[in-house]
């Protein structure tokens, strides 16, 4: 079964418009100092979800053109997993420096579950899809897809409304 591409083609055009929307808004923010080290890391979790939900509804155009729709769902799966393991690896125990550093109440303890959580999710279930325990592996994607631009819509938001006392 393949993913509906009207959909992922949807996703994708939210997950850039929060990235570009993003982009001019960290623009327009910057001061002559630069970023302080917590929004530089909420910047870069903005990015790494909102390019990771853009690039993950853009691969099925690239891998279902190969005609084998078992292989297209493993590059597809094994993508998802891989790149959710990398965030699982950076973002959780930077967000636990920050709150160390004196920036609890900028990363609040809901807000670590919230986005560990979200890329714990997405990683769980692209293992199960690489597994075969999931089967309607069309409608799973799509919602790892839009955890992504769910965890990118908190970040961009939290980045916008809430800002880092110096």
């Not at 990771?52 to 155009?61: C, S, V």
């Not at 293992?127 to 999931?134: A, V």
Request: charge should be neutral.
């Amino acid at each position: 079964m393949e993913p509906n591409f009207e959909a992922l083609s949807l996703i994708a055009e939210v997950a850039l418009g929060i990235v570009g929307f993003s982009a001019v808004l960290i623009g327009l923010s910057r001061s002559a100092d630069g970023f302080s080290e917590a929004d530089d890391f909420r910047i870069q979790l903005l990015s790494f979800s909102g390019f990771g939900a853009l690039f993950a509804a853009l691969l099925p155009f690239a891998v279902f053109d190969l005609k084998n729709i078992q292989s297209a769902w493993q590059i597809i799966s094994w993508s998802l997993a891989i790149y959710s393991v990398l965030g699982l690896l950076i973002f959780p125990r930077r967000m636990l420096l920050l709150r160390l550093k004196g920036h609890v109440a900028l990363f609040p303890a809901h807000i670590f579950l919230l986005q560990t959580g979200i890329l714990s999710i997405v990683f769980v279930l692209s293992f199960l899809m690489i597994t075969g325990w999931i089967e309607a592996l069309a409608t799973c994607y799509t919602v790892c897809l839009l955890l992504y631009l769910l965890q990118s819509s908190v970040a961009f938001f939290r980045t916008m409304f809430i800002r880092v006392e110096l």
